[in-house]
């Protein structure tokens, strides 16, 4: 279920449900264009089936639970869309303009929960702190950010106004809504 547009040429593919170094997905089948798909010789085990692109980047999940019956009629919810963001530092000059050579970035990582897979995605940050993620299945998150300078912390996190920073952050794909940052 998802934009066709999105669709046109992704793959669901299964996942192993241990995490593991990059994608360890073990094989896939075509999206049709009706959205259908079909992954034959499935055995008894948990998995995450999930619909990527030919860039492997994730637009949508579902964890499911093989037993000895074939499953029809499993969808998936395939509408990532970027996630944004801004993280600032607490005090400092805001009007002052980012010095484009500056070599402080931060990397922001999003990880999902509750998925019987790792499912991951991050973007560094511009020099103004602005970032940028690529297409983000919708569900929910961990989000960590990296390459803090000594002595400094994240102290705030909120998802277009609401507090996430001691929760996990709900995606909804709705490119309107942002995370903003604190350190």
Do not use: H
């Amino acid at each position: 279920v998802g934009d066709p547009a999105l669709l046109q040429g992704a793959r669901v593919v299964r996942m192993n449900r241990e995490p593991t170094s990059g994608y360890g997905w073990s094989f896939g089948a075509d999206v049709q264009k009706d959205g259908s798909f079909d992954l034959p010789n499935m055995w008894s085990s948990t998995f995450c089936l999930t619909v990527m692109t030919a860039r492997q980047e994730i637009l949508g999940w579902t964890p499911i639970v093989i037993s000895k019956e074939d499953l029809e009629g499993v969808r998936i919810a395939a509408n990532a869309a970027p996630l944004s963001g801004r993280i600032t530092v607490e005090g400092a000059d805001t009007a002052k303009p980012a010095d484009p050579n500056s070599p402080v970035r931060y990397r922001v990582q999003l990880t999902a929960v509750d998925v019987p897979a790792t499912i991951q995605a991050g973007a560094m940050t511009k020099p103004d702190g602005s970032f940028a993620t690529s297409a983000l299945a919708p569900g929910k998150y961990i989000a960590d950010i990296t390459g803090l300078p000594a002595g400094y912390y994240l102290k705030s996190l909120r998802m277009s106004g609401v507090d996430v920073l001691n929760d996990d952050l709900y995606w909804t794909a709705d490119p309107g809504r942002t995370l903003e940052a604190v350190i």
